[in-house]
């Protein structure tokens, strides 16, 4: 295990030894050019290059490999080339393998040659030095702070990033108030359930944010999971909405026994809040999945459309509850 100073050029710690790929070569004939020059390292990916030496593309050994051999390697190649620069520093590139967890980085020089590739066992080794000396979490927040400054892009960029899902909490918000307006002969005759439509409200959403929080940490942990694990989850997670609700359902029912003394407006209460805390205790928890499994970044979609969710749903399950029992 080495340890790396973390200001040093990246050039001190990129290797020479890679494999380069012409971009007009065949998969068969890529292939008979790495047996013809038999390379000595270690391949993770082949490094697609023109014919003045500037990186074109980047191709993954096994695509390489499983591919017809008269396909073109052109049509191969991932052409989102993720590199450094060759004035970058060893943590610009530990960076790099934290935001988009590569196996190996190349290097490009000012013209967009490639002139190196640096492996991530050079960040692994970093961590692992630095755990033995309990100073990782003060690494973790200096790449936290610097992946950060990198990721604060234009204003007009975050807009763009930001506000179409912010849309989900207008639309929640409009239907919400359809809703309400649906039930108004039920809201203007028993003026009791307006009064308490913010304490439903709030308890739906605090419990579907709690379940989102954790939601989004396993996603965090694991880059994948399966339908399997979602069920899982949400077999595990049903549970325990149901003993939220069923806590909170009590107080606030018996709060509006107090305020209005009729059984059936705190059974209201009580059955309404027990339902809606559950739903949005599975919200919390099936959105992010969902955003998962169509590819979209839950960390922020997921907020504004599991509030929107859970607001639509808790003023349907309250007012239409309220409606057939006491109206």
């Keep these: 295990m080495k340890h790396y100073n973390l200001d040093d050029n990246i050039l001190l710690h990129a290797r020479t030894d890679f494999v380069r790929i012409g971009v007009s070569l065949t998969v068969e004939q890529a292939i ?18 023109d014919s003045e030496g500037v990186l074109t593309g980047v191709l993954p050994t096994r695509r390489l490999l499983m591919s017809p051999p008269d396909t073109p390697v052109k049509s ?28 190996a980085l190349p290097v490009l020089d000012g013209a967009g040659r490639i002139v190196g590739v640096v492996d991530v066992e050079i960040y692994t080794d970093e961590i692992t030095h630095l755990a033995h000396k309990e100073e990782s979490e003060d690494f973790f927040q200096l790449i936290g702070v610097r992946l950060a400054e990198v990721r604060q892009a234009s204003v007009a960029k975050v807009f763009r990033n930001r506000f179409p899902w912010l849309l989900c909490n207008v639309a929640g918000g409009l239907l919400a108030a359809l809703i309400a307006g649906l039930f108004q002969e039920t809201l203007d005759k028993i003026v009791a359930l307006a009064l308490f439509v913010p304490v439903v409200l ?13 939601s989004l940490q396993a996603h965090h942990s694991k880059r994948q999971r399966g339908v399997r694990e979602v069920v899982a989850s949400l077999f595990r997670e049903l549970p325990v909405g149901l003993a939220l609700g069923f806590s909170c359902a ?21 059955a309404s ?12 928890l099936l959105v992010p999945a969902v955003l998962r499994m169509i590819q979209t970044d839950p960390r922020i979609a997921s907020g504004p459309i599991t509030l929107a969710l859970t607001d639509i749903v808790t003023l349907l399950v309250y007012l239409g509850l309220a409606t057939r029992v006491l109206g």
Excluded: K, N
């Design 76 to 103: 191969l190649m991932l052409t989102r080339l993720i590199s450094v620069p060759e004035t970058a520093t060893l943590l610009d590139a530990c960076e790099l393998f934290v935001m988009h967890r590569l196996l």
């Design 202 to 214: 709030a308890l739906a959403e605090s419990v579907s944010i709690q379940s989102l929080s954790l």
């Design 273 to 284: 809040i027990l339902l809606s805390v559950a739903t949005a205790a599975i919200l919390g």
């Design 32 to 49: 008979d050019y790495v047996r013809e020059t038999q390379p000595e390292c270690r391949i993770v990916y082949f490094y697609v290059v």
């Design 250 to 270: 009590v107080l606030v029912g018996g709060a509006g026994w107090l305020w209005s003394r009729e059984l059936a407006f705190s059974l209201v209460l009580l």
